[in-house]
């Protein structure tokens, strides 16, 4: 099935179960083999049936090709708990210097980041972490695609993830409703202060973490079924 899938459809048009065995028949025994190892949790689950890892990163810029993972900040959600006792953060020792602007908002030095972990021990932790666990994320386009490149440069393979995006949630019910927003609702700190949820200091990766964490839980309480709100209703 795997050298037929491989020889006749193009990749981006499989499912991420394909994709999963298409790259797990390549990928060298280590943490990303681990992962691949694992199915995805079926869209037909409600999410009380799984556990989550929300993540966030912080990064030295906005291009995944040209820049670099800078931290990664996660935390273990299970049965509608945030599991802090499981929170992990680590940053992440980068090639350069680091520009002012992007110290500004992350708050991370130069000096800390030298002292920071290698990119391979770093996502070895964060994959076997994962294996078997749907990602949360707010604004999945920042955090699939430097997790793709970073797997690409530490691998050379991309593999697949399955991710639910808060941002991607809201907006969607937004546009069902046909009610207009300013797109700036749409941030984290901003959605979470209309659901009533205590501010964060933004831009430390675990505390964004949480944070995404903590707005899911809150969206699927208001406006789905709460912890028997399926997957496939949230991708």
């Given at each position: 099935m795997v050298n037929v899938l491989k020889r006749f459809v193009p990749k981006q048009l499989l499912n991420l179960e394909q994709q999963r065995l298409l790259c797990l028949a390549k990928a060298p025994s280590g943490a990303l083999r681990d992962y691949l190892s694992v199915p995805f949790p079926t869209k037909q689950a409600s999410i009380k049936d799984f556990d989550i890892l929300s993540l966030d990163f912080e990064t030295t810029g906005m291009n995944a090709v040209k820049d670099q993972l800078l931290s990664i900040g996660c935390?273990?959600?299970?049965?509608?708990?945030?599991?802090?006792?499981?929170?992990?953060?680590?940053?992440?020792?980068?090639?350069?210097?680091?520009?002012?602007?992007?110290?500004?908002?992350?708050?991370?030095?130069?000096?800390?980041?030298?002292?920071?972990?290698?990119?391979?021990?770093?996502?070895?932790?964060?994959?076997?972490?994962?294996?078997?666990?749907?990602?949360?994320?707010?604004?999945?386009?920042?955090?699939?695609?430097?997790?793709?490149?970073?797997?690409?440069?530490?691998?050379?393979i991309v593999p697949p993830f399955l991710m639910l995006d808060t941002l991607a949630i809201i907006k969607r019910r937004f546009d069902q409703k046909d009610i207009y927003y300013d797109p700036s609702y749409l941030r984290l700190t901003n959605i979470r202060t209309t659901l009533g949820l205590p501010g964060y200091h933004a831009h430390n990766a675990l505390k964004d973490a949480i944070a995404t964490g903590e707005l899911l839980l809150a969206e699927l309480n208001q406006n789905h079924q709460g912890m028997d709100t399926k997957l496939k209703a949230l991708l």
């Open positions: 935390v273990v959600m299970a049965n509608g708990k945030i599991l802090l006792g499981t929170s992990h953060h680590q940053i992440i020792r980068t090639n350069g210097r680091l520009q002012r602007d992007n110290v500004a908002i992350h708050q991370i030095t130069d000096t800390e980041k030298e002292l920071g972990a290698e990119l391979k021990s770093t996502l070895d932790r964060l994959l076997r972490l994962m294996a078997g666990r749907v990602i949360l994320v707010h604004f999945a386009r920042i955090e699939r695609t430097f997790l793709q490149q970073a797997c690409k440069i530490v691998y050379g």
